[in-house]
């Protein structure tokens, strides 16, 4: 990576990047000063930090009571005496809360049965919400308490913050936006534009890369038009992304649409629980609540450390004096043959396998290098069956000798710092409903024939037709438009002062999709873009159909800029000849036709 250049602002500013993830979190930030080349920092203290692990994250669990009301968060929420207070007074707890704001239309393992209900009617949004106040008072006392003169610093940048939100790469606009609600719930910043412009977000995909360029491990793996696949091995989730360099390591496109499965280290941890129940059935050691103790103590270490089969495993639990020796029971400590303890990885591996090889399939790209980051990185035994199994394909295996549990958190302020990536790859294919003329001689029409809308000039249309404004696969860039036309008729001018039009994603199999009623599970609305065109109105053309009859029409395009990070939409017209913009909103959640191609 280019060495980064002194911050060229004129006034000190602050950086602060979440990473709010399903089971734990992290924040790192990057103080700016004038002339200073800027450095990533991380909060590495949070209260009550001994009861977690040591890799400066915190849980993402909430405790709640009456009403509603806060009463513990993070590494705090698991002291014994909130434990006790929360049995004794019915606290409800908030966990795996992220995924309550998760895409509902896509193809996933998650449902709604399978995550833990949200505590006392909380929405996501509003635990999400007070979740980020308690990360943000967090840091803010970090800064305060571990840099020089800290107060004054704080006092100096508390009105100068950006904020960078990470989310999962396959979340899309309404989840962008139940993110910035979040954000304005928290008090991080107000709902005024000027205010929502202090946020950037970006999907962790891309704070992965950036992780990656600013660690060593990229310092030879881009070349040759070669490219590499990033595996963020977390807790619940396995997560790829695949690059490639276009331009001496400035820039980077995204050569396939991410991928994601259901294989993070948490498994490993539950089939340990399953596997040590029915182990121990008939032993004194057997009961819940030791099989509980023994599973937390296999997810801190025993996990960590196992790397070979031919060795056993050992889960210390108790005391010198615990023993039950026709269970391998001895001293305090549960024997386990290492052969067991691989088993329990083997579906996790065999995933992350599947998943770099329909990456490597699917990429425009060779690819030369594999990146393994996240905290089940850790790991040892999935390192090296990782490495055994891809270094006989050419791939170039390796994962960084820091801990790699804050990557997002990190990237994300270097995607603030840097902005290294300037193409992405459409997931989906984009577009919205509109009509299309009826042609009586297109058997497709022929079938709808009873769904004929008739229009003010006297021609026929069938509704429900997909047009698609930007096609699956195609490469998209921070400031490429997509565009299409649109004319729409009638009766009256009033109908012409604003517009609503919905964008629709298709995510079925067809390349060239169509008929809405083919396939109607395969769309869904991502959001409605509303314009004033009262601006468009005044160049709307008075007509008469074949009777005579007055009516209006009027011709305009559709503008979508999907760009790295969120969508921004405009509507477009001619007004004497020159091109017109107007500024849409879009709302994630009049008959438009779609003009023919001259």
């Known amino acids: 990576m280019p060495q980064r250049q002194p911050y060229q602002g004129q006034q000190r500013k602050l950086a602060i990047a979440f990473d709010i993830g399903t089971t734990h979190s992290g924040v790192s930030y990057c103080v700016l000063c004038p002339g200073e080349v800027p450095a990533i920092q991380g909060v590495n203290r949070y209260p009550a930090q001994d009861y977690v692990r040591g890799d400066s994250k915190i849980p993402s669990i909430l405790y709640y009571g009456d009403e509603g009301k806060v009463r513990a968060i993070g590494a705090e929420a698991l002291q014994e005496s909130v434990l006790e207070n929360a049995e004794d007074e019915d606290w409800q707890m908030a966990e795996w809360w992220m995924l309550h ?10 449902t709604d049965a399978d995550l833990p209900p949200l505590p006392f009617g909380k929405t996501a949004i509003e635990i999400l919400g007070d979740f980020m106040r308690y990360l943000f008072e967090c840091t803010r ?8 003169n800290g107060p004054d610093l704080w006092a100096s940048l508390e009105d100068k913050i950006d904020f960078v939100l990470s989310h999962p790469s396959g ?4 989840q962008q936006a139940q993110i910035r609600k979040a954000a304005v719930l928290a008090g991080l910043v107000g709902d005024r534009p000027k205010d929502q412009s202090r946020i950037q977000l970006v999907t962790e995909g891309v704070a992965n890369l950036h992780y990656c360029l600013n660690s060593n491990l990229a310092t030879s793996a881009f070349h040759d038009n070669q490219g590499v696949i990033i595996v963020e091995a977390g807790e619940r989730t396995v997560k790829l992304n695949a690059y490639y360099m ?8 995204e050569i396939t649409p991410g991928d994601c499965r259901l294989q993070g280290s948490i498994f490993v941890t539950r089939r340990a629980e399953s596997f040590l129940r029915i182990k121990l059935q008939g032993s004194k050691f057997g009961d819940e609540s030791d099989v509980k103790e023994m599973t937390k103590i296999f997810d801190r270490t025993t996990k960590l450390r196992f790397s070979n089969p031919s060795e056993p495993a050992y889960i210390k639990f108790g005391t010198i004096r615990d023993k039950d020796q026709d269970f391998g029971i001895r001293s305090g400590q549960l024997k386990l043959p290492g052969t067991d303890v691989a088993k329990l990885f083997e579906p996790s591996i065999e995933a992350v396998i599947r998943a770099v090889n329909h990456q490597r399939q699917a990429a425009r790209k060779p690819i030369h290098s594999v990146f393994l980051i996240g905290s089940f990185a850790a790991s040892d035994w999935l390192f090296l069956n990782l490495k055994e199994s891809l270094t006989p394909h050419g791939l170039d295996f390796c994962r960084p000798d820091s801990h790699t549990g804050k990557a997002v958190a990190d990237g994300a302020v270097a995607f603030y710092l840097d902005h290294s990536v300037s193409t992405r790859t459409a997931c989906f294919t984009y577009g919205t409903m509109s009509a299309v003329e009826y042609n009586k001689s297109d058997p497709e029409h022929i079938k709808r024939v009873e769904t004929i809308i008739p229009r003010p000039s006297g021609r026929s249309v069938l509704p429900n037709v997909f047009s698609p404004v930007l096609v699956k696969d195609t490469k998209v860039s921070g400031d490429k438009e997509f565009r299409k036309e649109f004319i729409t008729e009638s009766t009256t001018k009033l109908t012409f002062d604003k517009i609503s039009i919905e964008i629709i994603c298709y995510k079925g199999d067809d390349p060239a999709p169509r008929w ?5 599970e395969k769309y869904w609305n991502l959001c409605t873009v509303n314009a ?3 601006q468009v109105a005044k160049t709307i053309t008075l007509q008469k159909d074949i009777n005579g009859r ?9 503008v979508l800029i999907f760009g790295i990070k969120e969508l921004r939409s405009q509507l477009s017209w001619t007004e004497y000849g020159v091109e017109q913009r107007s500024p849409a909103s879009v709302v994630y959640d009049h008959v438009i036709e779609e003009r023919p191609s001259q």
């Open 516 to 520: 809405i009623d083919s396939e109607p």
């Open 550 to 558: 007055q009516f209006y029409r009027q011709e305009f395009s559709l």
């Open 246 to 253: 276009t331009s001496n390591l400035t820039s980077f496109e």
């Open 171 to 174: 979340w899309e606009g309404p």
């Open 101 to 110: 704001l998760r895409p509902k239309n896509t193809l996933s393992q998650v």
């Open 532 to 534: 004033d065109t009262s």
């Open 141 to 148: 006392n970090y800064i305060k308490q571990t840099h020089a």
